[in-house]
């Protein structure tokens, strides 16, 4: 027998209250007992957006919000701005791509935050730009942008500005209103603390009107479709049911901890983990770091992959690895959604054991009490 543990950002652990909610008997989407979880859903949603407008909810994974976003927002032959400093900024551009808008990029060197004033220029210099794709935390380097900045730049523009949330949401603030986010597009698999499934998006007022002009093609992430029903606690095609109940779990308690203790939480255990590894004399990927993952940067000598692979098989650890040109380079230990004290201290008691077996020199401890010391405080 191996005891498992997933320390990997996406997907993550899921409560039991979720995994017993999502084990009952299949509930018929037309019945009141089902309208009224959705109902209480609905607020859930509405007051981890930080928003009072309605969070649209989709059968798919976080992918299918973004594609979402990009459908009902343009129209054949609009003009876009995207910010690519990762693997999940490239995929705001792979969509457009797809569906004919022509864009520019803002190429990002991986592992580093965008200027917002790069943004800002880009506007300026283009008025015909209709809207902004950002990643607010791009897990795929551990990297965290400064999205206050940029919507405060976005906000007093023609464009719209539309947020990958994915690891962000539930992990640090995104007031959706207060700062004038207008599409914000969250999966469920990462700090919403639910199996992959859900794709949210909320819209703002300003994204509406976008919306009613809309041209691209679209059938079933269709916004406006969504927004009739969601209004009557329904929703266009039948709803992931059993995810849905586990969301009304997942969002309580989400509700029952406060916003603003879960991203305490978040922040504690990213420095702690950020605090071990550096104990250890490995360097972090990143100076903006994300608190939803730590990118570490594999020590000389050793593959970032051989580090993953034995921490899973040897371990029974799952983190991940780097992804396109960081393969073998960096490894990432997440630590969002349902993660803890205990997780952290898991995480880095495990590294020191297989760079120890590695041959990478490992004063046994030492990651471990570095990040004690933070978790203590
Ligand atoms: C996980 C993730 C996604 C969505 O990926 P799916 O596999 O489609 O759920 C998008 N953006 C970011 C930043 C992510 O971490």
């Known amino acids: 027998m191996k005891k498992t543990y997933l320390l990997a950002p996406g997907p ?7 995994l017993l909610a999502m084990s009952r008997p299949i509930l018929h989407h037309r019945a009141p007992e089902y309208e009224k979880i959705f109902s209480q859903v609905r607020e859930g949603l509405k007051y981890v957006f930080q928003t009072q407008t309605e969070v649209l909810i989709f059968a798919s994974s976080g992918t299918g919000g973004m594609e979402g976003a990009v459908v009902n927002t343009l129209s054949p032959g609009d003009k876009a701005l995207v910010v690519r400093g990762g693997k999940f900024g490239e995929r705001w551009g792979e969509i457009c791509q797809a569906y004919g808008v022509n864009f520019e990029a803002i190429d990002v060197e991986w592992g580093k935050p965008v200027d917002p004033a790069l ?10 730009i209709k809207a902004v794709f950002v990643t607010h935390s791009e897990t795929s380097t551990g990297v965290l942008n400064d999205l206050e900045a940029i919507a405060e730049i976005v906000r007093n523009t023609p464009a719209i500005l539309v947020v990958d949330a994915i690891t962000s949401l539930g992990v640090v603030p995104v007031p ?3 700062w004038g986010l207008d599409v914000v597009v969250a999966g469920s698999q990462k700090a919403l603390m639910l199996p992959p499934g859900l794709a949210f998006c ?8 976008m919306v009613e002009t809309s041209r691209l093609p679209k059938y079933y992430f269709n916004f406006k479709e969504e927004k009739k029903n969601i209004e009557k606690n329904q929703s266009a095609f039948t709803p992931a049911v059993s995810l849905l109940l586990g969301l009304k779990e997942t969002l309580d ?10 991203f305490a939480r978040h922040d504690r255990l990213a420095r702690a983990t950020r ?12 100076e903006s770091p994300s608190p939803a993952v730590t990118a570490v940067k594999a020590p000389t000598g050793i593959d970032g992959g051989t580090i993953v692979k034995t921490l899973r098989t040897k371990h029974g650890i799952t ?3 780097g992804q396109s040109h960081l393969k073998g380079k960096i490894f990432r230990i997440a630590h969002l959604g349902y993660a803890d004290t205990y997780d952290v201290v898991i995480a880095m008691a495990a590294l020191e054991l297989t760079l120890s077996e590695l041959g990478y020199p490992v004063k046994l401890g030492s990651g471990v009490r570095a990040a004690e010391e933070i978790l203590m405080k």
């Open 275 to 286: 605090a071990g590894v550096t104990a250890l004399g490995l360097e972090l990927f990143t």
């Open 12 to 18: 993550t652990p899921v409560p039991s209250e979720a």
């Open 319 to 321: 983190i991940a690895g």
């Open 176 to 178: 959706v209103d207060e």
């Open 119 to 128: 943004i800002a220029e880009a506007l300026k210099r283009d008025g015909a």
């Open 202 to 209: 909320s819209v703002s007022e300003k994204a509406w009107r």
């Open 253 to 262: 308690l989400i509700k029952a901890e406060g916003l603003e203790n879960i």
